[in-house]
C-alpha cells in the first residue's frame, strides 16, 4: 500500500510540476518582454524578503506532520483532532507575527535596495508579498491530514491546476495591462482556491476534526514543542542560508545581479520544486515505515533512494553546468548569463544541497530533530561571514561559495552521522565510512561528466533551439551509459529495478 501511494503521489506532483514548469519559463519571457530587468529583480529580491519573514513559522509544520504520523497509522481519530486544533492555532500566531514584522520592517526597504529608480509602487508591492505570505497560513494546515494519510495528492492536484490558472491570468494581464501590481493580485488571489477546496474536502472526509475542541495532552504537548524547538534552529539555518543571496547581490552588487540571478533561479527552483514534489511522494510513506517497521528494512529503503536521488541530481548538476547558458540565452538573451566560474559554483551549490535531501526526508520520517539542532547555527554564522568577505572581490560567485563552505563544512558530514548513529544505529560506524566513500566517488563522476559534457558544448555551442535539444539528447545517453555502468552491479540498482518492473507488469495486467 505504501509503494502505491507513493507512485499516486509522485505522478499527480511530478506531472502538475512539469506543466507548471513549462508555464513559468514562458511567463518569466513574457516578464522580460514587458517589464524591465528592475522589477525582475525587485520579484527576486522580495521572494527572499518573505522568505525570512517566513522564520516565524519555526518548522511548525515538520514538527506537527511527523507527530502526525503515528495517530494516523493507527487511526486514532481523537489524537489527531487534538493535533490538528493545535497545528491551527500555532500557525495563527505564526501569521499575526508575519504580519506584524513585515509591517515592522517597510521602512527600510531603501536598506535592501541599492538603486531603486525605475520602479513604482515599491511599498505596495511589498505589502502584497507580505500579505500573500500571510493569508498562506490561514487553512494550509489542513493539507497535513492527508500527507499523514499518504495521500498528499488530493491537495497538490487542486495546487497544480489553481497554479497553472494562476500563471496563465498572469501572463494575459502582463501582455494586456504590462502592469506588475496586476500580476501580484492575481498570485494572492489564486493562492486561496486550493486551500479552501481542501479544508471543505477535509471536514466532510474527517468529521471528527470539526467535533473536538481539545488540545494535545501535556505529555505529547511538550514532545512538540521540544521538536519545534529543535526545528526553530533548522529554520534558522535555511532562512539565512538559502533566503540571504538575493539581499546579499541587491546591496553589494545590486538590482540588475538579482534580476540575472533571478533567472538561475527559475531554472534551479523549477528542478528543485520537481525534486520537492518527487521527494514529498515518499514522506507520508517513509514516516509509515518508520514509525512501524525495524531499522534494517528502513536502511534497505535508505540505500535506494540513495542511489535514486543521486543519479537524478548529478544528472542535473552536469547538465546544468554544460547547457544552461546556453538555454538562458535562447530564452533571454545573452546579456542575462553570468560566467562559467559563476555557473560553475552556482551549480556546485545545488549538487551539495541535493545530496542532502534523503537524509533530511529520513530524518523527518524517524523524528531526528533533536540531535542537530545547533547545527543550523554553525552553519548560517560560517554562510554569512564566508559569503561577505567573498563578495568584495567574487561578487554573485562569492555569495553563492560561502553557501557551498558552510554547507560542506557542516551539513555535509553532520546530517548523515545524525542519522545513521540515531536513526540506523545497527553498524552506524561501518555505514557512515561507507556513505562518504560513496559521497567522494559520486562527486568525483558528476565533476568528470560535467566537465567532458561542457568541453563538447563548447566545441560544439547551441546556437539554435534544434541544437540544444540534440546536445540534450547526446549529454542524456551519456549519462545514462556512465550510470548503467558504474551502477549495475549494486544490490540497491538491482532492487531500484524490481520496484520498477513490478510496477509496470501491474500496469499492464
Known sequence: MRTRYTLINMVVNVGGQLMNQALLFISRMV????????????????????????????????????????????????????????????????????????????PFLGFFIKDSSGIEHLRLIYLMYVANSVCSYLLSYKNSIYLAYQ???????????????????????????????????????????????????????????????ELPE??????????????????????????????????????????????????????????????????GSLGNLGAIEDETRVYSIYRELDLLFFVIYAYWTAGLFALSNAFITLCFGAEYCFSTATVAVLVTEFYVSGQRKVNLLFREAKGLFWYDRYK????????????????????????????????????????????????????????LKDYFVRYAERAAVVAVLAAVSYGWVRFCPAKNIGWFLVDGVLYTLLFGAVMVVLHRNAPEFDRLKGRVTAVLKRRKG
Not at 495517530?71 to 483532532?81: C, G, V
Request: proline share 2%; aromatic share 12%; charged share 15%.
Open 376 to 431: 543550523p547555527l554553525l552553519e548560517s554564522v560560517i554562510n554569512l561571514a564566508a559569503s561577505l568577505l567573498l563578495v568584495q572581490k567574487f561578487g554573485v560567485a562569492g555569495i553563492l561559495g560561502g553557501t557551498v563552505i558552510s554547507t560542506v563544512t557542516t551539513c555535509l558530514w553532520m546530517e548523515p552521522y545524525i542519522l545513521m548513529r540515531y536513526g540506523i544505529r545497527e553498524d552506524w560506524q561501518g555505514k
Open 218 to 283: 501535556k505529555e505529547e504537548f511538550h514532545g512538540i514543542l521540544r521538536n519545534i524547538g529543535a526545528m526553530s534552529f533548522h529554520k534558522l539555518g535555511t532562512v539565512i542560508v538559502r533566503n540571504t543571496d538575493s539581499l546579499l547581490m541587491s546591496s553589494f552588487v545590486g538590482l540588475l545581479s538579482v534580476g540575472i540571478y533571478s533567472n538561475y533561479k527559475l531554472i534551479l527552483s523549477g528542478i528543485n520544486n520537481l525534486m520537492d514534489k518527487f521527494s514529498n511522494a515518499f514522506t
Open 31 to 106: 516578464f522580460i518582454h514587458y517589464l524591465s530587468a528592475a522589477y525582475l529583480g525587485v520579484n527576486g529580491l522580495f521572494t527572499d524578503v518573505l522568505g525570512i519573514l517566513n522564520f516565524a513559522e519555526l518548522g511548525i509544520g515538520t514538527a506537527m506532520i511527523y507527530s502526525l504520523y503515528e495517530p494516523a497509522a493507527k487511526n486514532d481519530e481523537h489524537r489527531l483532532a487534538q493535533l490538528m486544533n493545535l497545528y491551527r492555532l500555532l500557525y495563527r500566531i505564526v501569521a499575526v507575527v508575519v504580519l506584524l514584522v513585515g509591517l515592522a520592517l517597510m
Open 151 to 213: 495521500k498528499a495528492y488530493v491537495r497538490n492536484l487542486w495546487a497544480q491546476l489553481c497554479d497553472a490558472v494562476k500563471t496563465l491570468l498572469q501572463i494575459v494581464l502582463i501582455v494586456l495591462t504590462g502592469n506588475f501590481i496586476l500580476y501580484l493580485a492575481v498570485q494572492f488571489v489564486m493562492q486561496f482556491i486550493p486551500n479552501i477546496i481542501v479544508s471543505v474536502k477535509a471536514d466532510k472526509e474527517f468529521p471528527y476534526l470539526k467535533e473536538c475542541g
